[in-house]
């Protein structure tokens, strides 16, 4: 399969304060994820960061990662 590559480009306002490339790779990588394109992991690849940190953004952000409760991860995983 071939990989495509797009250039984007973005104003931005000259007040911004965060880091505006990764902002946007992760902004992506986290609608692909929702939309079901692209699994967690995968996700996190596209972001640039870590499995660890992508979980930690999206639980940040509130956003459910697997369809599982605290409490039926723990019985799926059997963990006490």
């Not at 495509?4 to 692909?32: C, F, N, Q, T, W």
């Amino acid at each position: 399969m071939l990989s495509r590559e797009v250039v984007v480009r973005v104003k931005v306002p000259s007040h911004y304060a965060g880091d505006v490339e990764r902002d946007v790779r992760l902004a992506y990588a986290i609608d692909l994820f929702l939309r079901g394109i692209v699994s967690v992991e995968r996700a996190a690849e596209l972001a640039g960061v870590s499995l660890y940190d992508f979980l930690v953004e999206l639980r940040r952000r509130e956003i459910q990662t697997y369809p599982y409760s605290d409490e039926e991860l723990r019985e799926e995983l059997e963990i006490e």
